[in-house]
């Protein structure tokens, strides 16, 4: 019997995980990935040297050819054709699939997406939710439209936030789990590796069956790097869940004399600027409290606790260390 043919289409590290998760669901089941389409090599570092795209390396990892194009023009139409695949799965690929270029699967496209479609479509959703302050981060996998994240949805799970996750790590883990498995890869590749079983299961291949999209939609930015400028008259519960949220991309950041300085890690306060009996300009780091962190008054009278910092070009640290080296820091208004 004929094994249902799967072209995978990603580019970072989170999309690389799920490829793994799915090469190694695949194997002794009716599907296979027969090849992947990724990015173009990029550059990096301070020798500027072209690396490939976390996808490419694990496909070459797994001996699967990698097919890696700037634009998906006749060139790249022609070599996804070659691999005669029935049906393209992409996360995280980056661009966007012209029908020419959906035409060449039977069974169209699939896409995983982290959001509770409709809600956060776009590039952005999981930085949304956590600035949302939201209680679950949804993760569909929808048929691929013309429109943006507007295809039909053919499964979906809920991931329960505590509040304490960063896009960093409900995208890529964290600690020892880091690039090995995260909470949307796994429950993603999940999803994923059940709908290419269905698919494959009878005589012909078929996609299970798909829902329309209900409810309010709403569509997240490109992120640049001057969002991540604090802006010290937010809440301090504002500021705790952007700092999470812009982890890594753009990361939190303020200016300290003149310098630019990383907040990486904080938390709100339980204490307020009413405390201290005094009026209190929002960005000022308030008397140094050695094993609570760094305190900042932020808008509302609300404290924000930061308790890893880093200067430009220098190494982050934890708040302690942070204040050992940092002279007259106590009393100076952050901005």
Request: proline letters at 5%.
């Amino acid at each position: 019997m004929r094994k249902l043919r799967v072209l995978y289409a990603g580019s970072p590290l989170a999309s690389a995980m799920v490829l793994s998760n799915l090469v190694r669901e695949s194997a002794g089941a009716n599907w296979e990935i027969v090849g992947v389409l990724t990015n173009p090599p990029s550059a990096k570092g301070r020798k500027s040297e072209l690396v490939p795209t976390d996808v490419a390396l694990a496909a070459e990892g797994f001996g699967i050819p990698v097919l890696a194009f700037d634009h998906l023009m006749a060139d790249a139409r022609e070599a996804a054709a070659a691999l005669k695949a029935d049906v393209l799965v992409s996360f995280d690929y980056g661009r966007i699939f012209g029908p020419k270029f959906l035409a060449l699967f039977p069974l169209g496209g699939i896409n995983l997406h982290p959001s509770a479609l409709p809600k956060y479509r776009g590039c952005t959703p999981v930085p949304a939710a956590i600035l949302g302050g939201d209680s679950s981060l949804g993760v569909s996998v929808q048929k691929i439209a013309q429109g943006i994240d507007e295809g039909d949805i053919l499964s979906f799970a809920d991931i329960p936030l505590d509040g304490t996750e960063t896009t960093l790590s409900l995208m890529d883990g964290s600690g020892e789990e880091y690039g090995k498995k995260s909470r949307v890869t796994d429950t993603g590749s999940s999803l994923l590796s059940e709908i290419l079983r269905a698919s494959s299961s009878g005589d012909e291949f078929s996609l299970p069956e798909a829902k329309a999209q209900s409810g309010e939609s709403s569509y997240t930015p490109f992120l640049k790097k001057e969002d991540g400028l604090i802006d010290w008259k937010m809440s301090a519960q504002e500021i705790e869940r952007r700092i999470r949220a812009f982890t890594p991309w753009p990361s939190c950041f303020t200016e300290c004399g003149g310098v630019k300085l990383l907040v990486l890690r904080a938390r709100v306060s339980e204490m307020t600027t009413a405390d201290i009996r005094d009026v209190v300009i929002p960005g000022t780091v308030l008397p140094y409290r050695k094993n609570v962190g760094i305190e900042i008054a932020c808008g509302d009278g609300s404290v924000l606790v930061a308790s890893e910092l880093q200067w430009e070009k220098k190494k982050a640290m934890d708040y302690k260390s942070f204040m050992n080296g940092a002279r007259n820091f106590v009393g100076s208004v952050l901005g």
